[in-house]
Structures are given as structure tokens and as C-alpha cells.
């Protein structure tokens, strides 16, 4: 079977707003941050969709950081595309800026890069197409996916002390 | 004002035992990516208060890895401990195992790195206790905990073409 | 004190991407109405505030239809956009498009206007900057918007007798 | 097959009461507009239910006005009844009532029309029972549904510049 | 300051209907017994509120009993009422009927007591208004419930071997 | 076919870690008490199929009781053991204590009983492995328990005046 054509990262954009209410919010009155991770998870998992166009699984989360917190009330931003797409999987940019409704000043507040996997009807992993970078920004972002990626298939085996270390 | 007291990795040991619901499902009946980071940083949270006994928030993620998925029916077990304490920030590690009720058979599901800030009354970051580790694992562990913790401030600065890519 | 600027409908636009997941679901496992209505009363409150930057309460809900059913595992995207600023309110129109994730098949299943109202810090109503409608579309949007308007304006103290039929 | 026998409107009311916790709210601690249409369109749909002994899936909503705001820790009561049944299809309408729970003062705070279809087992449109009206007010109350509708089935094919003018 | 006038157990009655949704289900498909105990929690609490007119917080529970399983799509109302007073706290009746849509069958599903304590703008008890019993079966089920109370005074400071063999 | 073999209670432990955040708490900003009953449910489901390995259903709770109320930002710490095993149902207990995150202070706040069934693949009850006491806490728990269990079934068929003074 010949490999699916070829596809721009614009393909797979994904724009999701979502307004702060205090049933999102922790302790503090801001942004709980596993509910900023779980739209983090449905925007990154639609973007690879839109690239694949075949059912997603999660299979890993980097380099999430939270820069600033979020009032009660500010609307968010969630905003994804997928930066390089592997045999049978995507990595997925994903960026949440903050805006303040009375001002509408806007800001980065939460990054984060996910990789999903590509799974047929059989529950078995299937090809994705190839990412046909159009812009020098894009082509950077997937060099450096790419890095990031053989960096992942290094480490495996190590660092498994501290998951000895909590015991269980 | 003196550094508070050195505390060992089990004062903050965390166990946090969920079922999955189908309130908790992703559209292929398994738990969904986002439900399960959602319980990651509410441990991971809870681990770092214990440590620290401040409010806290979540400054990043990494190495968070989908080993396999949980179905909805099973239970899963989230168990946390801190790594390793910086000035103000502490590494949290969270391990998540599958358990399949009517077998009593568990694997290894998900794992995580965290990292928190402790705030104080003010808001503003405050100082947390050392950490005592106390076994050859914990160790290991801590000095793991140190060498990323290098990696990502040598990150710093890098890495922002694919936010460029994104646009938005 | 001189009344806001005009702005653009463009500037209160709003996309909001979601994933049907089975907590989302009905009985006959489609999206559930009352979700969607939740998705599109923040989609347009969101709208809304991007063209008055004031907080907004929702005053009405019209014209709502369910023109087709979206499955669990499909994407929805809401579009809204101000159609009509009136002195201190605003018609909101919605769109909601359901995306089949395997063919990105996509086709329009509810649509629906809403007013806004938008609120000063002390709670009392405050005047909206009014609408400049740049396309044709706009304009017989606009229109439309208020001769619905004066429709409910007209219809105002009729139609009581379903609530006295109620009870209660 | 003869028709189902008709059925009086006292025999689908439905009272639905809820008590407005935190995670009900917006952010300026009322009861959040979405979270009352999802009431309301539960409400409705058990109506719609109770008077053709069907599946139902929502088709329409339309006068959904919000007279007052409702506090966080009060106590709203819902009521629903059939205005109308016409083929497959029955009017609902659906009243909310907001009662201050230290003074038992109440007063109408939401009003909506909706309109749900009946499904049979293979999903498709069945017929329902006829409306037997007993009251002077739900005569005319019934008589208003028979315009509302015809004035929507009038409307079919108008009104979407607005929706152009979204674009997407 | 003389105590409040009595109120009649009818004026304590409360009414709420709820649809069982998918996210209400737990594995088996059926309602989550969990989510079922909130429902029964707060239609006690707003029960209570009727009676007494103050904020209520839940002191305890007894004798709730699962008589059988509601299903997905189901229609549930719950009922409740004040069966006792005492001097600041109620003890409140709930049944939760099951009721098959299609059908119309019903059958009482759950039934549990509950007991609230009545709380002023202080967070202090407050005195609650006596009950005024009007029919044979609020006598006796007003007298039930007082020596429901006797025993439970009794019982204080025995049974709590199975705490200590919980540990922790 | 031979009885399973018996089994200890401290194979049917579960502690379960949560805090208390906003979209859990009641009009009074401490947490509301059905929700902690959800968490107490699933917390005892997880421990009754620990200890028998079927699926399970609530039966009954009892002696729930909330001896202090949980603030928001607190951390709360769910244990449950299997108390009594009975032909096919099992007794479980579990305690909730609240901790203050910023002093490590923690108390008892609420306790409950909970009985389960265990059902077979194909919906019947199931028998469940007898439970072998080790302690003499475990074996005073286990008598009270039978005891219990006793007094419940003597009193069946009584109290159901309530119900009757519910009416519905």
C-alpha cells in the first residue's frame, strides 16, 4: 500500500477558546492547571486528527509549561498544529494564550508539545501522511521535532530510578 | 531567616486511587489523556504541598508517557513523591498503574514528571525544605531530578520556532 | 461621555473547537443538546466581549436549531460573530459545525442568535460601542438583527398564557 | 396504524429543582446562562418523554429570556409542560423560577420554548399523541404554539446572511 | 427570643427529576451510585432549607438502600420531605423513583434518611421551627424518626473498632 | 463448585487522595457533601472489588456521618477495608480526614458504612471469599458488622411510614 500524500501543517490547525469559570478554577481563584491540560490533550488530539484523519492516542507530553496563571473570567486560547508527523505518529505543538476581557490585552501562558499515535479500526497503529513543510519557521520546528524525537528513543531504559524510588 | 528543616521523600509520599467512569472515557471507551493529567497534577500537587506545606502551583510537565491504555471499569492507583527540592520549586514524580478488577493484575500505565512552585500568603515564591533522601534509589532519583533540571534552564531561550510556526 | 468607537464585526469573532466524548453524549449517544447550548452561550458571550470589553450576561436565546445529530469522537467547531450592537446589548449569531474525523467531512448542525447584555463594574448597564458592518452579509445581518428586534420589542406582554398554563 | 389516544398537559409536567453550587456559576458568581439551558433542555426532553413514550432529540429552541439573575446557594425550580403536539413533534414550554432560600421569596427568572421530535427504534420520526387541552389557558396557550410554528415554517429558508456573514 | 411558629411537613417538599445520562453511568451502564447519593444530598438539603430558612450543612446519613438499578436514559425523581424536627436540626425523608420512558412504569429505586443542622450568619446552630404533623402517617413517621434520634445518641462513642482497623 | 478462599482485610485497602477544589465545594466555600458521598462510593466499590474480583453494586450506606466540614484548598484522604463478608455481599468501611495544607494538621471529618453485591458476568449475585481477621480491632469490626447486618434485616419491612408520608 503506497504511503497517504502529503499534507501542510496548516491542515491541522486547531483554534479552541474557552472562558475561565470557577468550576476550572483552583484554590488560588485561577486556571486549575489539569483542566488547562486536559483542553491542552482535545486540542493537540484534534489537530492530529486533522493531519491523520484516523482515531489518536496520546502517547506523551513534553516541555508543558505554564509561564503565567489565568483569572477567573479571562478567555483562553488554545491554538495546535502538528510540527513533524513520524511513521505511525504525529508531534503536535500546542500554545494557550490568555486575554483579559476588559482590556483585551493578550499573552502566552501555557506551551506544550504532545505526541499521538495513529490507530486503525483493528485498535492496530496505522501510517500517517508525510508533513509537507511550506515556511522556514515550520521547517525549523520540524528539525528540531525530529531532534527532540531521537533524544526520546535515547533515554528509553533510563531514568527509571525515581519510579523506583516512589515504590508501590 | 534560616532554611525550614530537611524532610525525606516519604513525607510526601501521595496515594490517590481512582475507577474509571465512563464519565472519564475518550470516545474509544478508554480513559481519556486529559482526565488522567488531570489527576497527575492534583497528586502531584498534593505531593508538593506535603513537602513543602505551602500553596503551590504547577510550573511544567515532562516525560509524561502513555504506556498503555486503561479501560473504563478498571482502577487506577496514582502514587507521588518529590525527587528533589530546589530553592523554591520541587520536582514531583507520579506513576499511574492500571488494575484490572476482576484479576487483581496491574501494570505500569502512565508516568510523570512534575514541577511546582511554592507561593506564599503574598504570592510570591518562598522557600522550600531541602530534601533528605534516604536510600540509593531516592539517590539517584535526586541527582536525575538535578540533571534536567540543568537540561531545562540550558534549554531556555530555545525551542520557540514551532510557537512561531503556530502563528495566532 | 462620547460613546465607544465603532468596531468591525471581525473583531468579535470566536472559533471554539470540541471533541464529543462520551461524557458529553445523550442516551442515544450523540451530543447531548444541553451541552451544546452551553458551548454556544460561552462561544457568544465570548464574542461578545471582545466587541464591548465589559463583562456580559446572557438576556435571550433564539432561533436555535439542532439541524442535524453529532456523534460521539466527532469535532465540533462553534463560529460566532456580533451581527447587531444596540445601545448597552448585542445579537450574537452561532454556528456550530460538526466534522467527521475520519473524512473531515464537515456540514453545519445548529445554529442560534443570542442577545448580550454588558455590565459596568457596579453591575448597571453600559453602552456598547456601536457596529460597522464592512461586507453586504454584514449589512442584511445587521438588518435582519433589528427587525428582530423590533419583533421582540412588539411581542413584549404576549405570551403569557403557556406560563399561566404552567402553574406553579 | 390508528393514532396514539390524546393526552392532557397535566400529564407531562415536570418539576425539576436545583440547588446553584460554585461549579454552576460564571464569574460573577450567578447561576452560569449555559448551565440553566442544560436544565432546561433536560427538563424539556423528559416533558416531551412523559407525553409521547418516545426517544426525543431537541430540534428547536426559541424565547429563551432571562429576567433576573440567580445567585450562588439558591434554589431554582424548574417546570415543564406539552403547549403543543403536532405530527412527530410536540412545543414545550419550560419556566425557572429562582427562590432566595432564607426568605422562600421567588420569582420567575427564565422562560423558553422548545421544540423535541419523537424517534422510534430504528430512529426514525413517529407520530405522537394529540394534545387534549382542559383549560382556558391552555387552549390559547396551544393556539400560540399552532402560530408559532406556522410563522416558523414561514421563516424556513430566511434569515441565513447572518450565517454567511460568520464565513468558516 | 420565642422559637419560629411550626410549618407542616408539605411545606418542605421538594421535586426534582433528572434524565440518567452517559456520564452519569458507571461501568455496567447503569446510574453511578455516587452521583445518585448527590442528587439524594441536595434535594434533602433544599428539603431542609423550605423547612427552616437558613443555610443547612449534612450531618449524617442513614438507611439508604439501592432496591434496584436505574438505566441509562431512565427518567428519575427524587421526593423529600422534613420528617422531624428537633432543636436545630431536621431529619429529612428522600425516595428516588425510577421511571422507564418508553413505558411509563415506575418503581421507587433508593430511599435514605438524612439529617441537617441549621446554620446562622455566624456558622453557629440556630433553633428550627417545630413540625406541625398533619396526617396519621407524618405522626408516624415523626415519632420514627425521634427514636431513630434516641438511638443514634445511643450508639455515640461505641462502634468505632472498624475505624481503628482501618488504620491510617 | 467450592467457596473462593478467605481473605485478610488489608487486601481490599484503597486510599484515595483528593483536594478540594473550587467546582467541589458548596454555597458555604467547604465541600459539599454529596460529592465527598461520590468519592466515599467509589472509594468502597474499589475496596469491595478488591477483595472479591466481580463487578459490584451499592446496596446500602449507613452511619454516615460528617463530624467536621473540609474547606476548599484542603486535602482530603479517603481509607476503606472490607469489614464483613457475608454469602454475597461485603460491609466496608471508610473514613475521610481532612488536612490542612499549610500545617499538616488532619482530623477524622466523616465516616460511613456501605454494604456491596457482587454480581457474575451475567448479572446475578455471585459468592464472595470469607474474610479472615487478623487483628483483634478486625475481628470486634467484623461482630459489629454481622450485628449490624442483623438489626437491618429484623428491620425489614418496617419504616416505610415515611415513605407513605412522602406520597408522590
Redesign the interface.
Known sequence: MSPPPPKP?RDSE?????????????????A????V???????G??SA??HC???V??????????HA?IR??W?V?L???V?AAFRSSMEV?V?V?GEN????EKH?TT???LTFVA?GQDGGKVEVPPLQVE?E??R??QA??HARREERLARRGM?T????????
Open positions: 501543517p486547531v483554534v479552541m477558546t474557552q472562558m475561565i469559570l470557577p468550576s476550572d478554577a483552583n484554590p488560588l481563584n485561577a486549575f492547571g489539569g483542566r491540560m486536559e483542553w491542552i490533550d482535545i486540542c488530539a484534534v486528527q486533522r484523519r484516523h482515531a492516542v496520546t502517547a506523551s507530553m513534553d516541555d508543558l509549561h505554564f496563571s477567573v473570567g478567555i486560547t491554538r495546535a498544529r510540527l505543538g500554545t494564550t476581557p476588559l482590556t483585551g502566552l506551551s506544550a508539545l490507530l515556511t519557521d515550520e525549523i520546528a528540531e521535532a531514568g530510578h525515581w519510579q523506583k524510588a516512589l515504590g508501590g
